[in-house]
């Protein structure tokens, strides 16, 4: 007798499909970071899976998704079986996920902490490859009134003018600010411009009744806090 093999038997599905079917029978949370990669690139090549392709891109970046996110259209290319549809489908897909965690520490608006203040920083100066200033403005209770980008210079530093930052708060009617930037080496050590540029800001601030209630550094998914460092 031959064995019993009915429609209603599940296929057996491609290597390239089964992130699919796994993420259909158990939820997206069970899948790697390399399964879900795959899922995305939808296929790899004639000598390579696209879950293989995967982890070859991930290995890249030393299994770091911050590190992904960094990546170019051009740098993804450079991978044999990913052209320009798919890098694109990726980057697409990593820039919505880095807009949700912002909305959500947006929803928060409050502002109760240097950790909250990163959450909502992250989005704005987080994962970016060159340096860049950012003011948090706060009303009197510290809800979030705006994020703004102040400025932006290259890999090792940005020119910030204080005008600007206060003009911009003042604009947007900020009792407190929280000034921000990223540093694209990943240190968290303030040079010696940064302590005197926030000294400079704190002072004027003072003069105009906005309180510069902290500074952060940002960088490799990790900050540091002036205040909690106990620069101010």
Do not use: C
Request: hydrophobic residues 40%; proline residues 3%.
């Amino acid at each position: 007798m031959e064995p019993y093999s009915g429609h209603g038997a599940i296929p057996q599905w491609a290597e390239s499909d089964r992130p699919r079917e796994k993420l259909l029978l158990k939820g997206k949370t069970a899948l790697t970071d390399a399964e879900l990669l795959a899922i995305l690139l939808r296929s790899g090549t004639p000598n390579q899976s696209a879950i293989d392709l995967s982890k070859q891109i991930l290995d890249s970046v030393s299994n770091n998704l911050i590190g992904l996110s960094r990546l170019t259209v051009s740098d993804l290319t450079q991978f044999k079986g990913i052209g320009e549809a798919k890098a694109i489908t990726v980057l697409a897909a990593l820039e919505l996920g880095r807009r949700r965690r912002g909305a959500e520490a947006m929803d928060r608006k409050t502002i109760t902490s240097s950790a909250d203040a990163y959450e909502v920083l992250q989005m704005h100066i987080g994962d970016i490859d060159y340096e860049q200033f950012a003011i948090i403005m706060l009303n009197q209770a510290n809800k979030v009134l705006k994020v703004e980008n102040i400025s932006e210079g290259g890999i090792t530093g940005t020119v910030v003018d204080p005008k600007r930052v206060f003009r911009t708060a003042l604009t947007n009617n900020a009792i407190n600010i929280i000034l921000a930037h990223n540093h694209p080496s990943g240190s968290l050590k303030p040079s010696k411009h940064d302590l005197e540029l926030t000294q400079k800001l704190k002072k004027a601030g003072e003069f105009l009744q906005i309180m510069v209630l902290d500074h952060l550094i940002l960088g490799d998914n990790k900050f540091l806090s002036m205040a909690d460092e106990g620069y101010f």
